[in-house]
């Protein structure tokens, strides 16, 4: 299980880095990491003869597969993070370990993900506050007011302390959306077509001579790209959160024996 754990912590650090530089990590990272853990694992159930070992990792792969495809289709993760889950999944095995790594993936993703907008808001301060007020200025403020006074009132008739907190969750929701959307135009940027690479995330369609390319949450395709090149074409690129540091903090963690349960 050391060796696992080594082997996905090299691995993950490398996807890590390079999903940090250009938000893709590359195809033989992840299947390289399924090949050699399965590997490992056929070689150390033989020498042990121990079947059951081989059975866990192989039904670990299983579930993980499963579950990087629901990730994937459910636009929580990119084909990159999805495949490098999979290989998590031989070195985790079907367990209750795996349950453990799943929460554990879910409170370092919130973690990794509140740090990162905020490092994202600080280095694109200037056009972050612009995009936060004109992004404030367009909402119905008013809105906000009702739906305090709105809830406080059960507080107020109740005299139930509690509810009080539910006024602050009205106005802090929308704060929080717009903080969102500000950090996330903040990640809009424009892109040579000779940069282009599969996967990008148009942020908005593009009209050619005889075509109109879309958006798509699976990015740009190599048919798409080379249209747009043979256009000469400059076009918006919405750049997304590179998750796979996350990942490999769920790992670290998962590694150090937090066990919920």
Same mark, same amino acid.
């Given at each position: 299980?050391?060796?696992?754990?080594?082997? +996905?912590?090299?691995?993950?650090?490398?996807?890590?880095?390079?999903?940090?530089?250009?938000?893709?990590?590359?195809?033989? #990272?992840? @299947?390289?990491?399924?090949?050699?853990?399965?590997?490992?694992?056929?070689?150390?159930? *033989?020498?042990?003869?121990?079947?059951?070992?081989?059975?866990?990792?192989?039904?670990? *792969?299983?579930? &993980?597969?499963?579950?990087?495809? +629901?990730?994937?289709?459910?636009?929580? &993760?990119?084909?990159?993070?999805?495949?490098?889950?999979?290989?998590?999944?031989?070195?985790?095995?079907?367990?209750?370990?795996?349950?453990?790594?799943?929460?554990?993936?879910?409170?370092?993703?919130?973690?990794?993900?509140?740090?990162?907008?905020?490092?994202?808001?600080?280095?694109?301060?200037?056009? @972050?506050?612009?995009?936060?007020?004109?992004?404030?200025?367009?909402?119905?403020?008013?809105?906000?007011?009702?739906?305090?006074?709105?809830?406080?009132?059960?507080?107020?008739? *109740?005299?139930?302390?509690?509810?009080?907190?539910?006024? +602050?969750?009205?106005? #802090?929701?929308?704060?929080?959306?717009?903080?969102?959307?500000?950090?996330?135009?903040?990640?809009?940027?424009? %892109?040579?077509?000779?940069?282009?690479?599969?996967?990008?995330?148009?942020?908005?369609?593009?009209?050619? %001579?005889?075509?109109?390319? $879309?958006? $798509?949450?699976?990015?740009?395709?190599?048919?798409?790209? +080379?249209?747009?090149?043979?256009? %000469?074409?400059?076009?918006?690129?919405?750049?997304?959160?590179?998750?796979?540091?996350?990942? #490999?903090?769920? *790992?670290?963690?998962?590694?150090?024996?937090?066990?919920?349960?």
């Amino acid at each position: 299980m050391d060796f696992l754990f080594l082997l +996905a912590l090299i691995w993950l650090i490398v996807a890590s880095i390079q999903d940090i530089r250009k938000r893709e990590v590359d195809n033989w #990272l992840s @299947f390289s990491l399924i090949a050699f853990s399965l590997a490992y694992v056929i070689f150390y159930s *033989l020498l042990n003869q121990d079947i059951s070992f081989f059975l866990h990792s192989l039904l670990g *792969l299983t579930v &993980f597969i499963a579950l990087g495809f +629901a990730f994937y289709y459910g636009r929580v &993760f990119a084909g990159g993070d999805a495949k490098l889950i999979m290989g998590i999944g031989i070195i985790i095995g079907l367990t209750n370990s795996y349950l453990n790594f799943l929460l554990l993936l879910l409170i370092s993703g919130a973690i990794y993900g509140t740090f990162y907008t905020l490092f994202i808001s600080i280095k694109h301060r200037k056009k @972050f506050a612009k995009e936060f007020k004109l992004l404030w200025k367009n909402e119905k403020k008013i809105y906000f007011v009702l739906a305090s006074i709105i809830l406080l009132l059960p507080a107020i008739l *109740l005299q139930n302390a509690v509810l009080l907190a539910l006024p +602050a969750l009205a106005i #802090l929701f929308p704060v929080i959306l717009i903080y969102g959307k500000a950090v996330e135009n903040c990640l809009i940027f424009s %892109k040579s077509y000779k940069e282009l690479t599969v996967g990008d995330w148009l942020y908005k369609s593009i009209k050619l %001579k005889n075509k109109t390319i $879309h958006p $798509h949450w699976e990015g740009l395709t190599e048919s798409q790209i +080379a249209l747009l090149q043979k256009n %000469k074409k400059n076009i918006l690129i919405k750049d997304g959160v590179p998750f796979v540091p996350a990942i #490999l903090l769920a *790992l670290i963690l998962w590694n150090s024996h937090f066990n919920f349960w």
